[in-house]
């Protein structure tokens, strides 16, 4: 096996075992449990009664055959996002020596993208963002693959894909729509015959999946997002770099974020004009243009609001892949390498293997809700807490009742709080008898009950 594909071997393979590994370990998120508790774990008849954002509905209809298979642990909860990892990771080095050839340029930006904290994360989490990524992935491989001679099979093919990946993320939409356009720009004549056909079988795919529930949702469903593209951009680097706010100044880091990333995007955006020479590499680089352009323009005369923390994600890739396409010209690559050895730089010093960054609160949920085993009576908690408290109340059989709604009451027997929320149970006399050393969620015991 000649040496760069025995380093992105080793690489995938490495990268897929530790996102099985957090599978395993780590405890379930209240992302993750909303979507198990209100979707995943009901009948089918009752699956689409009414339509929620957190409801990444092929995801979800995956995750539901993962659990009725193997049961309701968490790795099997997040199968498909688990697998679906490993199609990411192996797409992208296919993509990437395509367009750089077997390189250490290749394997530069495979690495950059790889080992963003954020994106690990959904790589392994039980939602629908990696799902979603890899299916847009295949769609692109499909067409880079079949080159300016693709015919209607390859059109329809991608267009399945594509359909899919808006089936387990509603978020795709604008990178899917940029990913045709591009293809359409690239095959010139036949452009627009080869971008309606793909948009024909990604409604055909996706309108069957997405009609049972979305025929319930309203404006109000969509209620996640950014009102600025400051604030998206603060998100991103804030969840990205968590782990080490500690011993960086995260203001000085957001501050400088604000002024280079701008610079970075719009120079990728210029540049991409000089790419007209290189069709392959403008079909890889095109996509990121139009997907924050139709972005923009969803948000100004629609009202929808601009990515927010993962859901920024897809625009990530897209501008690492446009940055790649910049690096197939000499001139340009070294100044790339540069930024991507910055960037994975940033990205390990911010790792993070026992916990999701987005939710810090339920890193040690599992463990912390074993401690109400011992005895009866409700269970109260900060309501972030709630749902990961409920499922693991569930799958543990504790035996305490349902978790209580109104978060909390003078009949708690129990009460786990997030930092910031302890002064209720210790004004009311409860013990704290248990504590999260990462988390920093205590839990406390009525002695009255």
């Not at 359909?163 to 990913?179: E, M, P, R």
């Not at 109000?220 to 990205?240: C, I, K």
């Not at 209580?404 to 210790?426: I, M, S, T």
């Amino acid at each position: 096996m000649p040496p760069i594909r025995l380093l992105f071997a080793l690489l995938i393979t490495a990268v897929s075992v530790l996102n099985v590994t957090r599978s395993v370990r780590q405890s379930l998120t209240i992302d993750e449990a909303m979507t198990f508790l209100s979707f995943s774990s009901k009948p089918l008849g009752e699956m689409f009664v009414y339509y929620d954002a957190n409801n990444h509905v092929l995801f979800t209809l995956l995750s539901r055959a993962s659990f009725l298979a193997l049961g309701d642990a968490e790795w099997a909860i997040r199968l498909p996002a688990v697998v679906a990892g490993v199609a990411f990771l192996v797409l992208l080095a296919r993509v990437l020596v395509r367009l750089l050839g077997e390189s250490g340029t290749a394997v530069a930006a495979w690495v950059a993208v790889g080992s963003n904290p954020l994106l690990l994360d959904h790589l392994v989490a039980g939602r629908g963002y990696g799902l979603a990524l890899a299916l847009w992935m295949g769609a692109l491989w499909v067409l880079l693959d079949g080159g300016e001679a693709g015919g209607g099979g390859r059109w329809a093919g991608a267009g399945v894909l594509l359909g899919l990946a808006l089936a387990a993320n509603l978020n795709l939409l604008f990178a899917g729509v940029g990913l045709g356009v591009a293809y359409g720009v690239w095959r010139g004549r036949a452009g627009g015959k080869a971008a309606m056909g793909m948009a024909a079988s990604a409604l055909l795919t996706a309108g069957p999946i997405l009609y049972p529930a979305l025929r319930h949702a309203t404006r109000d469903n969509f209620y996640y997002g950014a009102e600025r593209w400051a604030q998206t951009l603060d998100q991103f680097v804030w969840q990205t770099l968590m782990p080490v706010h500690g011993e960086w100044d995260l203001v000085a880091a957001l501050i400088w974020a604000n002024r280079v990333a701008p610079w970075v995007v719009g120079l990728t955006a210029l540049g991409i004009a000089g790419l007209w020479r290189r069709r392959e590499a403008l079909f890889v680089a095109l996509p990121m243009v139009l997907a924050f352009g139709l972005t923009e323009a969803a948000h100004r005369w629609a009202g929808v609001r601009y990515p927010l923390g993962r859901t920024a994600l897809p625009l990530f890739v897209l501008t690492l892949l446009a940055m790649a396409a910049l690096a197939t010209v000499p001139r340009v690559r070294y100044g790339v390498v540069v930024m991507w050895l910055v960037l994975t730089g940033s990205h390990l010093a911010a790792a993070r293997w026992s916990y999701f960054g987005e939710w810090p609160g339920d890193g040690e949920s599992r463990e912390l809700a074993r401690v109400a085993a011992g005895q009866e009576g409700p269970m109260c908690a900060t309501w972030t807490l709630l749902p990961a408290l409920e499922y693991y109340r569930l799958r543990y059989r504790l035996p305490a009742p349902e978790m209580v709604p109104n978060e909390r009451g003078p009949g708690c027997a129990w009460f786990f709080a997030a930092p910031g929320d302890r002064q209720w149970p210790e004004e009311n006399g409860f013990v704290e008898v248990a504590a999260g050393a990462q988390s920093k969620v205590k839990v406390y015991r009525n002695p009255g009950l």
